[in-house]
Each structure stands twice: as C-alpha cells, then as structure tokens.
C-alpha cells in the first residue's frame, strides 16, 4: 500500500524571485478521473511518462500509487483519455535535509506558485523556508485536480 503525506504552501512572491533556484522541469499532466474520493492522474514529465492513482485526503494523507510508463503511452493518455491538463515548471529544492518541490504554473494557472513537502508523519517537524507563506494543505481549490477545472484565472 503506498501513503503520501504531504503539506501544500503558497510562496511569497518577493522572497522566491530572490533566491538562486536549480534549473525546473516542465510537467504536463491531466486527469483521466477527478472524483471528490479518488483521482487518476497522467503525467509527463521531461522524458518521462507516470500514472499516479489518489484517494481521498484524510489529514494532510491519503493512499497514492504511482508508476513509470512509456512516454509514448503517456502521450497518448493525455492526448485520448484526459478529461483536463494544466502545465507547470517543477523546481525541487532541499532545504534543512527536506525536499520542496515548487510548481510555478503556467496557462489557465498562470501567476500560481506552490510548495510542496512530502512527509514521514503528519506530525513531523521540519523548517519552513523564507520563501514559503501560508500554508494551503486543506483548501481544496488548491487540488492540481480542482484547478484543471476551476483554474487560477477565474478566481476572484
């Protein structure tokens, strides 16, 4: 069985334009399924495919299945089966022994950045970096899935 347990933050804007950041990674991604209990998730990222299933949050947790597929069959998954696909450039930076991985989005959900840090626990202590603000875990709207479907764009 796999678990992810992950925390979601917005950045500030200011502090994260400041700092030295490691070359991104394009990622496409679409949804073939975006059920409030479960998704099923297509992803590219540079030249490599992978299919993630989730289920429902309980906390800042919920069970995750992700595995490797060819490139070609992640093309045609998106191009054939995704309901909705969003863009962004992922950047990953280790900050005090934790990896954050930084999505700047791009298209419908342009001007949105979001951090991300996996943990062991949900209640595993770790620092906050300077660049990093609110924390976002529970509001749904900042779901990837939710925001193929109400993007960045049309929030008001």
Known sequence: MGKEIERKFLINASAWLAIQKPVGK??????????????????????????TIKGISVGASRLEYEYEIPLAEAKELLDNFSEAELEKIRYEITYKGKLWEVD????????LVVAEIELLSEDEQFEIPEWVAEEVTHDKKYYNSNLTKHPFKDWA
């Open 26 to 51: 394009l990622l496409r991604q679409g949804y073939i399924l975006t059920d409030p209990n479960k998704t099923i998730r297509v992803r590219i990222a540079d030249h490599t495919g992978w299919l």
């Open 104 to 111: 700047v989005f791009a298209g419908y959900n342009n001007g």
